[in-house]
């Protein structure tokens, strides 16, 4: 078939080669864009570790590390049925495709209601910066700091995978109503290269809040 | 012959056993993340953490977001992006070796 021929070629492109790497640029300046929206906390975290460090270590044992490795695993997880997603919408597999869609989706699911349990542990002890802060520490206001962080990294992380599950779970739907055929397996694999990029965020917030100072 | 067998065309065969050997190297990475912050390595320990996870980023980023066969527009792209962030990093570690 002549690529002149394809139905899902938006007219303004020369061929679908063209097409998928002008969609392709433009996720990834997005993409991009994140990087340096985390980016930000990252340096704060990084000047606020510089000057605190002993509050920090402490601090960082007051998470659970259990619900954050498997937090990590699934959303390992997750991004693999994604990868296997992306591969089934482009051999136009449609069971697949909504079996692996549905299990990412469920994935991000499960990774909030950990979350959940663990923002609310936390606001049972006290330990949430501002009006309601309660925890007794012997670094005093200072220990805020942490979790400021904290919340602001997980938060917006959290936010992250729940705008993904929402999205994921449209695709779902329309691959299950046979809207996502084989021509639509880019729509498919730009929404995995968002999910994979809420993943990379995670591999380095987990490290970086839940295991400093374990020994 | 849809529009991504074309874009892909080539490696559908072997691309689906990289995705579960990535998989396995994620979950032995996690595990490796999660022992090392037991054990006392001093000032290394947050190196070594960064280094695992980088590696595990470099994977995801390769083979789950195909970047390995992605077009020069995009390497060029995603480098900028990383350029942007470590220079970030630079400005932050020489101000803190400055004072």
Same mark, same amino acid.
């Given at each position: 078939m002549s690529s002149d021929a394809n139905p899902y070629l938006a007219h303004h492109f020369d061929d679908i080669v063209q097409q998928h790497e002008s969609v392709s640029l433009g996720m990834w300046i997005f993409l991009l864009t994140e990087i340096m929206f985390f980016g930000g906390i990252f340096f704060a975290y990084t000047i606020y570790r510089f000057l605190y460090p002993d509050m920090f270590h402490a601090m960082s044992h007051h998470l659970d590390v259990t619900m954050g490795t498997i937090n990590t695993g699934v959303l390992l997880t997750s991004s693999l049925t994604m990868a296997l997603a992306v591969n089934a919408a482009q051999r136009g597999m449609k069971k697949r495709l909504v079996t692996m869609l549905g299990v990412t989706c469920a994935a991000g699911v499960i990774f909030l209601v950990i979350k959940y349990f663990e923002y609310a542990h936390k606001f049972h002890v006290g330990s949430?910066?501002?009006?309601l802060w309660t925890f007794e520490t012997e670094f005093g206001n200072q220990a805020q700091l942490f979790y400021s962080l904290y919340f602001g990294a997980t938060g917006l992380h959290g936010l992250h995978v729940l705008i993904g599950v929402v999205i994921i779970g449209v695709l779902t739907i329309l691959a299950w109503k046979d809207k996502l055929p084989q021509g639509r397996a880019q729509r498919v694999e730009m929404v995995g290269l968002y999910w994979h990029f809420v993943d990379l965020v995670w591999i380095f917030v987990f490290p970086l809040f839940y295991l400093i100072g374990r020994t | 012959m849809g529009l991504n067998e074309q874009a892909?065309?080539? %490696?559908? &065969?072997h691309s689906l056993k990289a995705y579960y050997l990535v998989y396995l190297l994620l979950m032995v990475g996690l595990a490796a993340t999660v022992w090392v912050a037991?054990? %006392?390595? &001093?000032?290394?320990s947050t190196p070594i953490a960064m280094a695992i996870a980088t590696t595990k980023a470099f994977f995801v980023v390769m083979i789950f977001m195909h970047v390995k066969d992605a077009t020069p527009m995009i390497w060029v792209t995603i480098v900028m992006g990383l350029v942007g962030l470590s220079l970030g990093f630079i400005f932050l570690f020489c101000d803190y070796a400055a004072r």
């Amino acid at each position: 078939m002549s690529s002149d021929a394809n139905p899902y070629l938006a007219h303004h492109f020369d061929d679908i080669v063209q097409q998928h790497e002008s969609v392709s640029l433009g996720m990834w300046i997005f993409l991009l864009t994140e990087i340096m929206f985390f980016g930000g906390i990252f340096f704060a975290y990084t000047i606020y570790r510089f000057l605190y460090p002993d509050m920090f270590h402490a601090m960082s044992h007051h998470l659970d590390v259990t619900m954050g490795t498997i937090n990590t695993g699934v959303l390992l997880t997750s991004s693999l049925t994604m990868a296997l997603a992306v591969n089934a919408a482009q051999r136009g597999m449609k069971k697949r495709l909504v079996t692996m869609l549905g299990v990412t989706c469920a994935a991000g699911v499960i990774f909030l209601v950990i979350k959940y349990f663990e923002y609310a542990h936390k606001f049972h002890v006290g330990s949430v910066p501002g009006r309601l802060w309660t925890f007794e520490t012997e670094f005093g206001n200072q220990a805020q700091l942490f979790y400021s962080l904290y919340f602001g990294a997980t938060g917006l992380h959290g936010l992250h995978v729940l705008i993904g599950v929402v999205i994921i779970g449209v695709l779902t739907i329309l691959a299950w109503k046979d809207k996502l055929p084989q021509g639509r397996a880019q729509r498919v694999e730009m929404v995995g290269l968002y999910w994979h990029f809420v993943d990379l965020v995670w591999i380095f917030v987990f490290p970086l809040f839940y295991l400093i100072g374990r020994t | 012959m849809g529009l991504n067998e074309q874009a892909h065309g080539q %490696d559908h &065969g072997h691309s689906l056993k990289a995705y579960y050997l990535v998989y396995l190297l994620l979950m032995v990475g996690l595990a490796a993340t999660v022992w090392v912050a037991y054990i %006392d390595l &001093g000032w290394l320990s947050t190196p070594i953490a960064m280094a695992i996870a980088t590696t595990k980023a470099f994977f995801v980023v390769m083979i789950f977001m195909h970047v390995k066969d992605a077009t020069p527009m995009i390497w060029v792209t995603i480098v900028m992006g990383l350029v942007g962030l470590s220079l970030g990093f630079i400005f932050l570690f020489c101000d803190y070796a400055a004072r």
